[in-house]
């Protein structure tokens, strides 16, 4: 997968921001609703004289969500966040408004139980939210007059938030765009795109495909929220995607002396599964005529297994196929914690290292007198991840979106505020830089957050009050807070407890592994079906921290060399695929089960460290496709034992 972290070159960064620019009407509205909104809610500020412009602004970018069930939870959750924030703090104050000592250790465990319950609890995006305005309304003490005055402005706090989270609310309910409409086209230009790539496979990537296959997982499950009838179409759809993510996984297995007509013939398959696929949706779309071609004995195992998975899945489209047990993802209970909460260290780890970074932070400032920095704590709030490579990545977009939004600020303090003479064009002003910066942040997670950012800083720069600003101290003083954040972070997530973003993508790898070696024993099809989903999802959530790793350079200690770790994903590739061929063409020709088992518990030791050792199988009749399929899939198994 291309991502942000493999541009080093001038010419991968420019494919890199070619591919993240690209806009679609989804897209264009979505820039449209922030900018109206940061407009609306700039305005609401300056005429009220609500405190801290451009908070309210920058709000508007943390609340909007691609679509309308997204983005009215998030704004609600945000609300219900700093209500509870707002209460605590009230309630912190009577103990440590005039006690130093005390707010310390306040901060500290704001801190700790935020961060902690973020990884660990269903409603982790309040808690981390209540966290930070926690965190950020006791360190208000130290630059007020008297307690009144605080008790003043974190009620104002209340206000900040609920003006962007009702604006962004009316305006989705108004020209916000349904998960359910939004995961249909969604879904129909995948399958568009996946019969591009069986019929040219330089046309598409692969891995990206996957990641916005994964990604249509989420999506999905918001228009459950949405639409409740739609749960009537919740397990086809699921086998659906599933399928998908099959097909265009054998797909990049495919012999390329495969001829174009053959290639024509799957595509057509896809495009014709879509339209069934379509018209089961209530969607009026021109059938697309397929080749009826059949799978020769003769055939690559590829092929053939390829036009298995293609035949399941125009049945699927149709509403032919029969239904078996409940998908387990669908079924599976719902938890307040995640499993392992409470004995798992690396979550109290986590929490504790963003924890001291905080504390860090605020006294850097304090101790230096200099409160301009301030955004230090914030910055190690919200650049902190699991992995270093993760928070490295981040830092890096966080502080390269800062300076460019510094600059864009600046330029507007000197040359364009001094023209203006209303609020009207200060909004017209904020509208169009705000959808400069929306067409970053509505991006990929490889380059959106630089583009929030970007906006940050802009609002921090010009809504300085409730006249025209020309302070650039405040740019000066942001970018420095931003350095002294990421350099806590940094000395943090390095020194205790450090976690390597490619140790954690190894991790899934061998997850995986297990995985496929149950798949080659799953007792019915349905099993199986659920099992490949989980290793697609593992893959490409390995596929993004690998990328992430290049990031972490040799600040982290890793068991394995990192040089080696493109040859191990394409070895984990080769096994996905091998194992996915063999199980389908299983499935319509079954052998003896002892061939599989020992396949099974090769992939199974594999996982478990240890290489397992070279075995010449006993596979009868090699030269059907089911046999030549198992040779295969045991010479990628000896590859692999010399890689991972």
């Given amino acids: 997968m291309t991502v942000i972290s493999d541009s080093a070159s001038p010419a991968r960064l420019q494919t890199l921001l070619h591919r993240e620019l690209q806009l679609d009407a989804a897209r264009i509205r979505s820039i449209a609703r922030i900018a109206t909104g940061t407009a609306i809610a700039v305005t609401v500020a ?3 004289q609500i405190p801290l412009p451009a908070y309210v602004a920058y709000l508007i970018f943390l609340l909007s969500q691609e679509d309308t069930a997204s983005t009215i939870i998030g704004a609600i959750g945000g609300l219900v966040a700093v209500t509870l924030a707002v209460a605590l703090s009230l309630l912190f104050y009577v103990f440590d408004a005039s006690e130093p000592a005390l707010r310390i250790p306040l901060l500290a465990l704001s801190t700790f139980l935020g961060m902690f319950l973020s ?24 630059n007020a007059p008297n307690t009144e005055a605080v008790t003043h402005i974190v009620l104002w706090l209340w ?34 795109a996946v019969a591009d790539y069986i019929e040219l496979p330089l046309s598409q990537d692969p891995s990206l495909l996957r990641e916005k296959l994964v990604a249509l997982n989420q999506l999905k499950g918001k228009a459950l929220l949405w639409d409740k009838k739609l749960k009537a179409f919740a397990g086809e759809d699921q086998r659906l995607l599933g399928l998908m993510l099959e097909i265009l996984q054998i797909a990049r297995a495919l012999p390329p002396q495969l001829p174009a007509t053959s290639r024509h013939g799957l595509a057509s398959s896809v495009r014709q599964s879509r339209a069934l696929f379509l018209e089961r949706r209530g969607v009026d779309d021109a059938a697309v005529p397929m080749a009826q071609e059949g799978v020769k004995s003769g055939s690559d195992p590829v092929y ?4 298995l998975a293609l035949w399941e899945l125009r049945r699927e489209a149709g509403g032919h196929a029969q239904v078996g047990t409940s998908n387990a993802h669908a079924t599976a209970a719902r938890r307040l914690f995640v499993p392992d909460a409470i004995h798992n260290p690396a979550y109290v ?3 504790l290292k963003v924890t001291f970074a905080v504390l860090a932070a605020y006294a850097t400032y304090s101790l230096l007198d200099w409160p301009g920095i301030s955004t230090a704590v914030t910055t190690c709030f919200f650049v902190s991840l699991t992995t270093f490579g993760e928070s490295a990545h981040k830092l890096t977009l966080r502080i390269s979106g800062a300076v460019l939004g510094g600059i864009l600020g600046a330029l507007c303090l000197v040359f364009v505020i001094p023209l203006l003479t209303d609020i009207g064009q200060l909004c017209l002003l904020v509208a169009t830089v705000s959808a400069l910066c929306a067409c970053i942040s509505t991006s990929s997670e490889n380059i959106s957050y630089a583009g929030m950012q970007m906006a940050f800083a802009f609002f921090l720069g010009v809504l300085q009050g409730y006249a025209p600003a020309s302070d650039l101290t405040v740019l000066r003083d942001r970018v420095v807070g931003i350095v002294i954040g990421n350099i806590w972070i940094s000395v943090f997530f390095t020194s ?3 976690v390597s973003a490619l140790q954690q993508a190894r991790n899934l790898w061998l997850s995986s592994l297990e995985k496929l070696s149950a798949i080659l024993v799953a007792p019915t099809a349905q099993a199986a079906a659920d099992l490949r989903l989980e290793v697609n999802t593992k893959v490409q959530q390995a596929a993004l921290l690998k990328s992430r790793s290049v990031f972490e350079g040799s600040w982290v200690q890793r068991r394995r060399p990192a040089h ?25 020709a079954p052998s003896p089960a002892a061939v599989d088992l020992c396949m099974s518990q090769r ?16 596979v009868p009749d090699p030269t059907s496709l089911a046999g030549r399929a198992r040779l295969r899939l045991n010479e990628e198994i000896d590859h692999a034992s010399r890689l991972l």
């Fill in 159 to 192: 206000v900040v938030v609920a003006i962007p989270v009702f604006t962004v609310i009316v305006l989705n309910l108004l020209t916000g765009q349904s998960p359910v409409s939004l995961s249909r086209q969604r879904a129909a230009a995948l399958m568009d």
């Fill in 496 to 498: 205790l407890w450090p």
């Fill in 304 to 307: 053939a297994a390829l036009r």
């Fill in 349 to 351: 780890r986590y929490a």
């Fill in 603 to 618: 992939l199974l030791a594999l996982s478990k460290g240890p290489a397992p050792d070279s075995l010449l199988l006993d």
């Fill in 564 to 588: 080696t770790a493109e040859l191990e994903a394409s070895a984990m590739e080769r096994l996905v695929y091998s194992t996915f061929v063999l199980r389908r063409l299983q499935s319509s």
């Fill in 46 to 48: 300056m005429v009220f």
């Fill in 119 to 142: 990884r660990t609890s269903t409603l982790g995006p309040i808690a981390f939210l209540s966290g930070f305005v926690l965190v950020l309304s006791q360190t208000l003490v130290d």
